[in-house]
C-alpha cells in the first residue's frame, strides 16, 4: 500500500543498527530523523490547521483575519494563532487515506508559540469564500517555535516511527492548491507540499521499529524539501520528491541527503500512487489542474 511517506526501509535498517547505531551508521540515522521528521511535522501542522479551540479554525483567529487590498482585487488575507497547546492524547485517528485506508494515529502534544496563515488571490466581499486564490502556491504557513511532548504520528501500514520526546522546531509549509468542485476555483489542498527552514532546537527523538528503539540526540536543522510533486517550480527549491539541507544529531552536523543516498524523501516514491491518493476525493476537480490562473 502506497502512503504520504514510505517508512518500511527504515523499519529494516533500524533491525540491523539497534544499540550500535551512534557507532556503526549514525549517518543513516540523521537520514532517517530527516525523513520521519516531515511525517510527524505535517501531522503536527494539519493539527493546528484543523483545531477549533486555538488553532487556525478557533472563532477567536476567524474573527481576527487581516485583510491587506480591496475587494475584487489582488491581495492577501494573513490569520494568526499565538500560544496553542493541543493535546492529541494517547492516540487520535486520522482520516482514512481514500485510495488506501491507510491512517496515522497521533498521539502527544505540541504547543505553538506563534504561527500565521497568509493566502494571496482575489480578494472577495464573502465571509463564506473570502478570497479566491489565483496561484497553486498561494498558502504560506509559517510555524514559529512549536515545542513537543511525546509527540508521535504512527502510520497504520508501516512499524516505523519517530517520537519526539522533547525539544522544538519550527518551519515554513507551501500546501499545494488544485482545482475543486464545483466551480474550479483552487481551493483544494493537495497532498503535495514544500516545506523550508525546518529548523530543530536541541531537542530528543525515538526511532522506533518492530522490537527496537533509538535514541536521538539532535542538536539543530536546517532542512528543505518537497512531499510529492511540483512541477515548473524547481527553480524556486520545489523540486520532485526532495530532501535536502543538514542536521545535528549526537554532536556530529551531517549534509542532507547522505552520501550515496539518491533516494529523496521517500524512498518508495510513485508519481501516479502519490496522486491517486487525492484523485478519490469528493471535492477535487477531475482530471486534477494545478492551473489556478
Known amino acids: 500500500m502506497k502512503k504520504l511517506l514510505h517508512v518500511a526501509p527504515l523499519a529494516a535498517a533500524l533491525l540491523t543498527l539497534s544499540a550500535c547505531a551512534q557507532v556503526c551508521a549514525p549517518d543513516q540515522v540523521a537520514m532517517a530523523v530527516a525523513r520521519l521528521t516531515t511525517l510527524n511535522a505535517d501531522a503536527a501542522i494539519t493539527a493546528l490547521n484543523d483545531d477549533e479551540s486555538c488553532g487556525f479554525m478557533s472563532e477567536t483567529v476567524l474573527d481576527a483575519v487581516v485583510r491587506d487590498g480591496d475587494f475584487g482585487a489582488e491581495g492577501s488575507l494573513t490569520w494568526s494563532v499565538t500560544d496553542c497547546e493541543i493535546d492529541m492524547g494517547e492516540g487520535t485517528d486520522t482520516e482514512p487515506n481514500c485510495h488506501t485506508d491507510a491512517y496515522k494515529t497521533v498521539s502527544g502534544k505540541i504547543t505553538v508559540a506563534s504561527a500565521t496563515k497568509v493566502v494571496t488571490g482575489i480578494l472577495m466581499d464573502n465571509p463564506e469564500s473570502p478570497i479566491l486564490p489565483t496561484s497553486d502556491l498561494a498558502v504560506t504557513i509559517t510555524i514559529g517555535e512549536t515545542s513537543f511532548d511525546n509527540f508521535e504520528a504512527k502510520p497504520s501500514d508501516s512499524d516505523a516511527s519517530m517520537l519526539w520526546v522533547e525539544g522544538s522546531l519550527s518551519g515554513e509549509l507551501y500546501p499545494r492548491l488544485a482545482k475543486s468542485t464545483p466551480l474550479g ?4 489542498q493537495s497532498s503535495h507540499k514544500g516545506f523550508t527552514g525546518v529548523k530543530y532546537t536541541p531537542s530528543t527523538v525515538v526511532l522506533h521499529a518492530p522490537d ?6 539532535i542538536g539543530g536543522s536546517d532542512l528543505q524539501g518537497q512531499v510529492g510533486q511540483n512541477k ?6 520545489f523540486i520532485e520528491n526532495d530532501l535536502r539541507g543538514s542536521i545535528e544529531i549526537w554532536g556530529t552536523s551531517y549534509d542532507i541527503p547522505i552520501e550515496g543516498d539518491e533516494d529523496g524523501l521517500d524512498p518508495e516514491y510513485d508519481e501516479a500512487e502519490f496522486y ?10 477531475l482530471p486534477m489542474s494545478f492551473d489556478c490562473s
Open 276 to 285: 491517486a491518493q487525492d484523485e478519490c476525493k469528493e471535492s477535487v476537480l
Open 212 to 217: 527496537q528503539e533509538v535514541e536521538v540526540e
Open 232 to 237: 515548473g517550480k524547481a527553480e524556486e527549491g
Open 185 to 188: 476555483a483552487c481551493s483544494f
